[in-house]
């Protein structure tokens, strides 16, 4: 529970769980948690929550696009879907960069600080592309953090 909220890697560190470590800020959040000496389990029950403290936790949803006609169709059509990241604990103050992965180059990287991307491309008939879109977030405070987004779009016909 502590790691969940505050973060940490598999080496643990104790020092890291003191008020203003790299792993919980110095904040009106984590007042209970010591900033040194004896520190238990219990220095946590409570805090982190309301106004930021904590790690910094990064969610997303995937895109999805989908485009149907009836023939004769069009050889090609504008495909969109949008997706969404969610920041939440850390310092509450979120920014964000986007990078290509892999996949179709043709699904455009969005600009940095958007969180709610649409992703717009033209696909063939009866094909799809595919793509995966990195989300970096940062708070100023902890480790950034990433995640994957997977994007597809795609353009079928009744043939």
Known sequence: MIRQQYGGGL??????????????PNNSSNLGIPT?????FANFLGQGSGGGGGGLVVTHSGAVGSQFRNEPAPSSLSVSASGNVLASGGSGSYTCTWS???????????????????????VAKN?????????????????????????????????
């Open 11 to 24: 080496l643990f560190r104790l020092q890291d769980y003191y008020r203003g470590g790299s792993l919980v």
């Open 36 to 40: 040194s000496g004896p520190i238990s």
């Open 100 to 122: 290509h992965i892999s996949g179709s180059t043709a699904i455009a990287t969005p600009v940095d600080n958007n969180f709610s991307p649409t992703f717009t491309a033209t």
């Open 127 to 159: 094909t799809d592309l595919t793509a995966v879109k990195r989300c970096t977030v940062s708070d100023g405070v902890n480790a950034p953090v990433s995640t994957d987004m997977n994007v597809r779009l795609e353009y079928n016909t009744d043939i």
